[in-house]
């Protein structure tokens, strides 16, 4: 059975911290790239950043280059998502993805608020 569970979500304060976590299992997690999204109100889903399997390749947004940074521990089969300086734009919520070949797993999301 597919589990992709996201978690670390909540309120924080423009130019705060979160560490978002996506906890897998009932598939072979090292095999699969790693994808956060995120999608704030009222607006299409977009690509925060991503990971390769082995964690060699990185992209991330424009908008998070440099405040956000993706993880993966493949002895775990976890995925990680550090922001740091957080923005009220940044609000929305946040979805751990897993794909490989023709498999694309998603979990329920998290929610992030920015907020003052």
């Known amino acids: 059975q597919v589990r992709v569970v996201e978690s670390g979500g909540g309120l924080v304060q423009p130019g705060g911290s979160l560490r978002l976590s996506c906890a897998t299992s009932g598939f072979s997690f090292p095999q699969y790239r790693l994808f956060w999204h995120r999608q704030a109100p009222g607006q299409r889903r977009e690509v925060v950043a991503i990971?390769?399997?082995?964690?060699?390749?990185?992209n991330y947004a424009d908008s998070v280059k440099g405040r956000f940074t993706i993880s993966r521990d493949n002895t775990k089969n976890m995925g990680y998502l550090d922001m740091n300086d957080l923005r009220p734009e940044d609000t929305g919520v946040y979805y751990c993805?897993?794909?490989?070949?023709?498999?694309?797993?998603w979990g329920q999301g998290t929610q992030v608020t920015v907020s003052a």
């Open positions: 993805n897993l794909y490989y070949i023709t498999n694309d797993y």
């Open positions: 990971m390769s399997s082995g964690g060699s390749n990185i």
